[in-house]
């Protein structure tokens, strides 16, 4: 946190106070009103003239790491940043499928054929 906030743990201070101190936080709380992806955020941080310079990865390590600090800092901070991250996982992975179409029964992974009409069965695709 001291980093993010370019300051140094020997200036003293409890986190709370050196995250509210900092800029990025009150910048993302205010990108983050609507959701918007991390490229977007990124496009926004470079903007910032004190940010001149500094490579692309260096401004996503950054927001990556003020986006995970953000929940951890205590409750009594005035910047709260609790951003939701939507993660997309695919569904029903594992699940095999009898190709008879008169059956069709769901079956457990790597079982090749249909325990109901003996028929083959494969992997099934969502
Ligand atoms: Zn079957």
Redesign the pocket.
Known sequence: MFKLAGESPSDGGKIEEVWDRAALPCLLMQWLHDPISEDEIVRLLAERPERFGVSEDGLRREIEAALLLGPCIPETSAVKLRPRVHRFLRGLAHFWR???P????LLGENIEE??????R?LPLAI
Not at 114 to 119: F, Q
């Open positions: 009898c190709t008879n008169d059956c069709g029964k249909c325990d109901e009409c003996e028929s069965a």
